[in-house]
Nanobody
Framework: QVQLVESGGGLVQAGGSLRLSCAAS????????MGWYRQAPGKEREFVAM??????????DYADSVKDRFTISRDNARNAVYLEMNGLKPADAAIYYC????????????WGQGTQVTVSS
């Protein structure tokens, strides 16, 4: 059974940094997409960043709102994905969810429980 556990959230001042981690277990994650979404109060869950697998290797994808501030990385040996967040803004405050997407004939998505990020102005 796939499990995703996020950590690293917290309270930070505007302009500060945080590093989120997601530990995955239950299978091999080498050939799947791993990434992050977020949901702020009263808003829908939105895409943040993803590291996508293909036979050519991995590519990273970012929402426009976080490009040049956030960096996603993965460590396949540890079954982990990370999100380095710099230059945080109050608009970045949300619950951040780790996500794993498995393609194929029947695509499957897995989600973690989320970690809270609060940014004070």
């Amino acid at each position: 059974q796939v499990q995703l556990v996020e950590s690293g959230g917290g309270l930070v001042q505007a302009g500060g940094s945080l590093r989120l981690s997601c530990a995955a277990s239950g299978r091999t994650f080498t050939n799947v997409d791993m990434g992050w979404y977020r949901q702020a109060p009263g808003k829908e869950r939105e895409f943040v960043a993803m590291t996508r697998w293909s036979w050519r290797g991995y590519n990273s994808d970012y929402a426009d709102s976080v490009k040049d501030r956030f960096t996603i990385s993965r460590d396949n040996a540890r079954n982990a994905v990370y999100l380095e967040m710099n230059g945080l803004k109050p608009a970045d405050a949300a619950i951040y969810y780790c996500s794993v997407h498995m393609g194929g004939p029947v695509p499957v998505d897995y989600w973690g429980q989320g970690t809270q990020v609060t940014v004070s102005s």
